[in-house]
């Protein structure tokens, strides 16, 4: 092959590798691909979203309102036009995606949008050394036939194809989802004491409604949330018993001891209580005991001060139990990537099997957990009490756990509870449905009490539970992938714990300062000795000795070869 021909052939291996390269720039708004590294494919759409357009009759329009503004100084509004257009790619042409500009027009189209639900938000823009604020959109319409759904605010794609899914759904069944929440203690309230919880179950998606004990559950209620169980009777619980044989599905966050925070942390264990009941018929009895786990959090405790005034003590607290990964049912997607949950004051459970029932442990406590059957020391003054137990009760205890099938009827064969003044209870169905129920021994771990300890991922598992009840496993895993607990509070073993913080202490206040001491000293060393070395270089340049010269020469001070000498076939020339 000669010169001219290789260089034609090195000119068409480089005009069609452009070509590709062309091509593939211009189909990359139309061709999606990522590479998702993720522990749980985070960034990857689950089963749920491309199996979606099964249950879409008609077309859903997408529409995607983004300021211009905001999406050339943010990456979120492109990671967000992204996800919409892979979304509708796996749609099979059911699901359409448009991208608009509200600050069209004269102002009016922006009204119109947020008429709709979307809701600026105010951004600081700097342009030109001005400073000024600026309204922006970042808001999803999703439209089926005659039926709406937004999605106000979105600026990033952490939780957008749950609020996808979940819009779209609410959207072709021509309703959302419902959640009745029955406050079954008698010294709290929805609106006082459960604030963190309706807020997020809201910002979920949820519609809540709340009910007292003895209402009848809702016909539109997807699920119902039982919050204690202080204040329930048998009337109460025979709703819900006619409830759950009539096919309901019901999370209980319920205690064997009442632990009144009120009231100095007093204690008291619940026995012949109706709901209680209920449950152990159903297959899960609640014991009057708490559990109490190395594995918890520190709590601020306030005294009073030797000196007057007052004063805050920080006590680690074993009653309030932080459970952990390795201790939650791997395999149910509602625990399997559960970012956290903390209970206080939980009380041990005991599964017992029922004939077609089918009964899963979802949450322990740690190997070294104990209880508390007796005495109940609660206070921060009882501190020395805490693990009088211990030794006789240490063992794994089952803290949250899920039945499903056919429960048995609790009321079943006993008489119609009545309530003065109320109506009358209709009688069980002859036949019960399927039902799914999930019960927490801890009812406190769902109130505001959660704000004070950082353990906001509470509300979300409530939130979570409603949805893997209601709906099944899909929806909940694309609720629980990518969370975790980011608090600085892994290590629970005191003995590990305080090794660790020993060796971070010798780390960073002797092992750290001496390396650098040593780098310090090196480097001074290294600059010394560059130091000496230059000093005859010095001296021989002031000879008049060039630099290349002092290289090149021999051992002997002799001038070595010159750089320009060449070596031919005849000799030297």
Known sequence: MDATTGKRRALAILALTLGVLVSAVLVTDRFHFRLDLTADHAYTLSKASRELYKSIPEQVRITYYISPILAARHPGPRAVKD???E???????????????????????????????????????????????ALVYSGIEIQYLDKTQVIPFVLGTSTLEYDLVKAI??????????????VGDSDKSLGTDYRTLSDTMKRNGWTVQEIHPGDAVPPEASVLIVLGDTGMDDYASYRIDDYLANGGKALFA????????????????????????????????????LVLDPSSLTVPFQEASPYGGALIRYVRYPHWVVTRPENRDAKNPLTARLAGLDLFWPS??????????????LVKSTPKAWLQTKRFAV??????????EADSTTGQYVLAASLSGVLPQAFAGKSVPTRPGAE????????????????VGSSDFATDLMTMTDSLFNASFVSDAADWLASGDQLVSIRTRGTRDLRLSKIQDPDTRNAVIMFIYVLNLGIIPLLVL??????????????????????????????????????DGSPGPRSDDKDTEGGRS
């Open 424 to 439: 009358a209870l209709p009688p069980l169905p002859a036949v019960s449905r399927p039902s799914r129920i999930i019960v």
């Open 169 to 182: 759904r609410a959207a072709v069944s021509n309703h959302g989802d419902v959640a009745a929440v029955l």
């Open 254 to 289: 319920v205690k064997g001891v009442n632990v009144d925070a009120r009231q100095n942390l007093s204690a008291t264990p619940l026995v012949n209580n109706p709901l209680l009941e209920d449950l152990q018929a159903y297959g899960v009895k609640v014991d009057p005991d």
């Open 87 to 133: 979304f509708a790619a796996a749609s099979h042409g059911k699901i359409s995606v448009d991208v608009s500009n509200p600050s069209t027009g004269n102002g009016e189209r922006a009204a119109a949008i947020e008429t709709l639900g979307i809701q600026p938000q105010r951004m600081q823009i700097v342009d030109r050394n001005e400073q000024r604020v």
């Open 348 to 361: 041990p459970l005991q599964l017992i099997q029922r004939n077609g029932v089918d009964e899963q442990a």
């Open 379 to 388: 206070g921060p003054q009882d501190e020395p009490y805490y693990a009088d």
């Open 518 to 555: 040593l780098f310090g000293f090196m480097r001074s060393r290294r600059r010394r000795r560059l130091a000496r070395d230059f000093v005859p270089l010095a001296a021989a340049h002031a000879a008049g000795a060039t630099p290349a010269q002092g290289a090149g020469s021999g051992h």
């Open 83 to 85: 996800f919409l257009e």
